[in-house]
């Protein structure tokens, strides 16, 4: 068995969870105009690589503190129907399917509390997420762990694959396909570095080292 991993936001989903999230947040008027404009300064800053991993979560985890979560997981669901499943898309639907005798992970900097249902929902049984910290059955708002962003990624990885007596390095094939340039640590790690309707900096990286590009948003599916 060989390995698969699969960024999610920007790859598998034409848009970021915790950005959409924010969104969906300021819509039902749980954020301010102002906490809304940070969220748009937050996404521009993650994407040119600018941000800290810690500074990252931290951000897009503090609102939740200030809920209870029986209301936070009636608006899970409302975020998932609304603004999660038009952004799933068919391609990556796809692309999953041609690695199902693969070990199939998706591996994410966005927390579990959001990426769990998404994973499930595209049919993935393995998820490597943030781990938000909750205490007495409220988040805190504070990260429990290593944030899986940049070589954090690489970190909760091995761990994973640790408690399944595995490793990295084991596999004789493995595919990481993301977006992002905070994902290059991760990238240069496996055996088929994929990038994903990538970034500027990422796709120069990609055309400069001969690894493979591909677009899920184009019409016409990608052979392995």
């Known amino acids: 068995m060989n390995l698969a991993l699969f960024d999610l936001d920007n790859t598998l989903l034409s848009g970021d969870t ?27 800053r993650y994407r040119a690589g600018e941000a800290s991993a810690l500074e990252y979560v931290r951000f897009y985890l503090a609102p939740y503190a200030r809920h209870d979560m029986p209301r936070l997981l009636s608006w899970r669901d409302a975020f998932l129907r609304e603004r999660i499943g038009p952004r799933m898309l068919p391609r990556a639907r796809e692309l999953l399917a041609i690695h199902a ?23 993935v049984e393995h998820l490597i997420a ?21 070589e954090g990624k690489i970190e909760r990885l091995e761990q994973w694959l640790g408690q399944r007596a595995q490793r990295l390095a084991g596999f004789e094939k493995s ?7 905070n994902d290059l640590p991760l990238l240069e790690r496996v055996t088929h570095p994929v990038a994903v309707d990538a ?15 591909i677009s899920l ?8």
């Open 217 to 224: 948003r184009a019409p016409r599916a990608d052979a392995r």
């Open 199 to 213: 970034d500027e900096r990422l796709a120069a990286i990609a055309r400069g080292r001969g690894w493979r590009s």
């Open 18 to 44: 915790d950005t959409e999230w924010f969104a969906f947040l300021a819509e039902q008027g749980v954020l301010s105009a102002a906490e809304q404009q940070a969220n748009q300064g937050m996404d521009r």
């Open 130 to 150: 943030t781990e938000p910290q909750i205490v007495d059955g409220r988040f805190t708002g504070d990260v429990d762990g290593t944030p899986c962003m940049r």
């Open 175 to 181: 595919w990481f396909y993301s977006d992002s340039i």
């Open 101 to 123: 005798h693969d070990l199939v992970v998706i591996i994410t900097a966005t927390n579990r509390f959001l990426t769990e249902p998404i994973a499930r929902a595209f049919g």
